[in-house]
């Protein structure tokens, strides 16, 4: 299945070093550019919502990223030039709205699709996403790239209500995905079918554990199962006797303890 590598950065010549890395190691049908992160950390390094911010620094990464992909394909003509992408916010706060000047830098630098999270950087993830900002957007962008909306889509319905309210051309679903990865199969199914299944719980469980193991691979089992408590949560809900449950999820420090949790339903 085709899938996108992210990255973020506020130097654009950084940015441009990490392009044959990430080429070089994975097989990633897209390079995005985050450009609405709004975690200090992210911020202060000029990166994240920062490029949403000051849209000279984002037409300059993604003009750089742009040049480094396009450099890397001639060079290596078995790996084809992929499209370049970038996810933005509405803007600074709300005294400061610079989605327009956010994309219009993106597109000048040759941006292949735009994303936009329809919150300020001072609301993070509270508050209302703003869709009348996301057809605002499509509208600006007229059919020159894709447009993605993202913020308030959780749901097959809130996906089709998107579409439809703001002329998207797609959903991204973020924290909605989170402990959940059969949102994407369940949002297809009702946009083509007007209706959709549910997974059973064994199946959400097992998808849970294939995560947890892929995570102990990378970051060492503690803490990978620390990261996973709120997960599992989400992967079990719905379970008779849930809060119960939860109070032995957030105490689980290892594989076998969501093991010993989880073994009556996985019979």
């Not at 292949?112 to 993070?124: L, P, V």
């Not at 998107?162 to 959903?171: C, F, I, N, P, S």
């Not at 997960?231 to 809900?237: H, M």
């Not at 105490?251 to 009556?264: C, G, K, L, P, Q």
């Amino acid at each position: 299945k085709a899938y996108a590598v992210q990255i973020f950065g506020g130097n654009a010549d950084v940015m441009a070093a990490a392009v044959p890395i990430v080429l070089s190691r994975t097989s990633c049908d897209v390079l995005d550019i985050n450009g609405g992160c709004p975690v200090p950390k992210i911020v202060k390094t000029g990166a994240g919502s920062m490029l949403t911010k000051e849209p000279e620094r984002l037409y300059a990464i993604v003009s750089a990223v742009k040049g480094a992909v396009k450099a890397y394909a001639a060079e290596h003509p078995e790996r084809p030039e992929i499209p370049v992408t970038i996810k933005i916010r509405s803007g600074w706060d709300a005294q400061h709205l610079t989605w327009k000047e956010a994309a219009e830098a993106a597109l000048g630098a040759g941006a292949d699709a735009i994303t936009i999270h329809a919150r300020t950087r001072a609301q993070g993830y509270e508050g209302k996403a703003d869709w009348g900002i996301q057809r605002q957007l499509v509208e600006f962008v007229a059919g020159r790239v894709p447009v993605f909306g993202s913020g308030d889509a959780h749901s097959p319905e809130s996906a089709r209500r998107m579409l439809e309210e703001t002329g998207a051309d797609g959903v991204m679903f973020a924290r909605g995905a989170m402990g959940d990865p059969f949102l994407f199969r369940r949002t297809r199914q009702y946009l083509s079918e007007g209706r959709y299944d549910e997974e059973p719980l064994k199946e959400r469980l097992l998808a849970g554990f294939r995560e947890l193991e892929l995570n102990v691979a990378d970051k060492g089992e503690r803490t990978a199962c620390m990261q996973m408590r709120k997960k599992f949560c989400a992967y079990s809900s719905g379970i008779r006797g849930g809060a119960k449950l939860r109070s032995q999820l957030v105490m689980a420090e290892t594989v076998s303890d969501y093991r010993t949790i989880f073994a009556s339903y996985l019979e």
